[in-house]
């Protein structure tokens, strides 16, 4: 079998949740996540992943849901930590808010989620998943909650140990096939989403033309951190 593609790099990511058909397993990670803040019942996918196999760029993975409230998504993979990753996710998330009230101009019953699957670590929190929201500051005082209807979620991979991972939860499963698919724990394949996602991993790892794509965008990606160290 050939060895397995990084599913976080940006083509094999989006390939993996970006096609029509794989909408089950996007909506699986996102409610893993989410916990049910809202309910994700169905999205309109707003990524063009056929761009995403011919340039070596970031990824960029948005999505308008559908729940109980109108809600934006976007998905960031950024390539590394340059030391500005609250200052772009705050700018990432403004720019999807905008063209919300762009097009409809309404305020009432709308959410923004805006996460950031991290491949270092950028806090010193403990905990894998960071979740920020507008707070209002009192001085001398425990702050108060403005409103978590805008809410940002770093997913710090660095701190999260598959071997601790408990195979009951969904949301452990989907993160140990993003840290470590080749050696995650054969349990999570149980959960039919886990083991459609492991599927086209294994398709896409395995296709020539593909991996010559991937490997491009990884070239790219070790390349801009090395000009970054330089």
């Known amino acids: 079998m050939a060895e397995l593609l990084d599913p976080t790099l940006g083509c094999v990511f989006n ?39 011919e340039v070596c760029e970031e990824s960029l993975f948005e999505m ?58 950028v806090t010193q929190r403990e905990g894998v998943i960071q979740e920020a929201c507008l707070m209002y500051h009192q001085k001398d005082a425990d702050p108060l909650l403005m409103t978590d209807d805008i809410r940002i979620i770093l997913i710090e991979m660095p701190k999260f140990d598959p071997k601790k991972a408990d195979p009951e939860k969904p949301l452990t499963a989907w993160l140990s096939f993003l840290k470590d698919p080749a050696h995650m724990d054969k349990q999570f394949l149980k959960i039919d989403e886990i083991g459609a996602a492991m599927d086209t991993l294994q398709s896409i790892s395995a296709d020539d033309a593909f991996r010559a794509i991937a490997d491009a965008q990884q070239k790219a990606i070790d390349d801009y951190n090395a000009s970054l160290e330089a």
């Open 15 to 53: 390939t993996i949740f970006g096609q029509e058909n794989s909408k089950p397993l996007l909506l699986s990670f996102l409610n893993a996540l989410l916990k049910g803040k809202p309910q994700i019942t169905d999205m309109t996918l707003e990524t063009d992943v056929k761009k995403s196999l």
């Open 64 to 121: 308008r849901a559908t729940s109980n409230h109108k809600i934006d998504i976007g998905i960031d993979i950024p390539y590394k930590n340059t030391g500005d990753i609250p200052e772009r996710a705050i700018h990432s998330l403004s720019t999807i808010i905008d063209r919300h009230m762009r097009i409809y101009g309404v305020y009432g019953k709308y959410q923004a989620v805006g996460i950031w699957i991290l491949r270092e670590s």
